[in-house]
């Protein structure tokens, strides 16, 4: 699986001022983000203007990407353009198989592993 951090810019609230309902990011592979390829994350209530970001990590890797921010208040829904889309890498997630024998004993010490005794 491969990650990807997301921005966008609440830049105007309508003249409604105060908390916004919901903001968040709808992404996907479809250039226009519609049908069952299409996932929203919500971040929840926004008080102000500004930067937001999110970071995604279920996207397979390979897989062309696309997304655009939104906003909701009392005065309606605000759409991001969708982006150019993205690419992501090539998974390089390692899996490996460590075999412990019957006498050995280890302990996880501040991240490390230790050999304690046989």
């Known amino acids: 699986m491969s990650t990807a951090v997301l921005n966008g810019n609440i830049t105007n609230d309508g003249g409604e001022t105060g908390a ?9 592979t479809s250039l226009t983000l519609s ?13 102000a ?16 990407y696309y997304f655009r921010a939104y906003a ?14 993205f690419t992501t890498g090539t998974d390089t997630s390692v899996t490996r198989r460590i075999r412990l024998f019957d ?4 302990k996880f010490i501040e991240g490390r592993i230790k050999l304690i005794g046989q």
């Open 103 to 106: 006498k050995v004993r280890i």
């Open 49 to 64: 203007t500004g930067a937001f970001s999110q970071t995604i990590f279920t996207l397979r890797a390979g897989i062309t």
């Open 20 to 28: 916004g309902t919901e903001y968040g990011f709808a992404w996907g």
């Open 35 to 47: 049908g069952s390829d299409t996932s929203t994350t919500t971040l929840g209530n926004y008080s």
């Open 72 to 85: 909701t208040n009392s005065a309606g829904t605000g759409f991001g353009a969708i982006d150019n889309g």
